[in-house]
């Protein structure tokens, strides 16, 4: 492998990897968010929410001459996964 080829595969290693850690810290926060919702018997979903940040993604994403659509999928799946979690702590704490 080249060396070019080899500063570019470690950027990629190096980025996600920090994907990875900002996701966990993501998470360590929302399921403090589903844990409180849980104890306050809030809905385990926030449709309102989760529309208003899917469009500010996407603009950010715009912004970031990112494809929104594709920032809307990584987005949608996130919540989605967010939403499963609070659904079991919901189950877990009932």
């Known amino acids: ?3 070019k080829l080899k500063q570019y ?3 990629i290693n190096n980025i996600d990897a920090a994907l990875v850690f900002i996701l966990a810290e993501r ?13 306050n018997n809030l809905p385990t979903a926030d449709p309102a929410r989760e529309q208003e ?3 500010r993604l996407r603009q ?10 594709f920032s809307e999928k990584f987005l ?9 979690h609070h659904e079991r702590i919901r189950e877990e704490t009932n």
């Open 1 to 3: 492998m080249d060396d």
């Open 9 to 11: 595969r470690e950027s």
């Open 27 to 39: 998470f360590k926060v929302t399921q403090a968010v589903g844990e409180y919702k849980a104890q």
């Open 53 to 55: 940040q899917i469009a």
């Open 60 to 69: 950010l994403a715009s912004a970031a001459n990112l494809d929104p659509e």
């Open 76 to 84: 949608r799946f996130i919540i989605d996964e967010v939403i499963r």
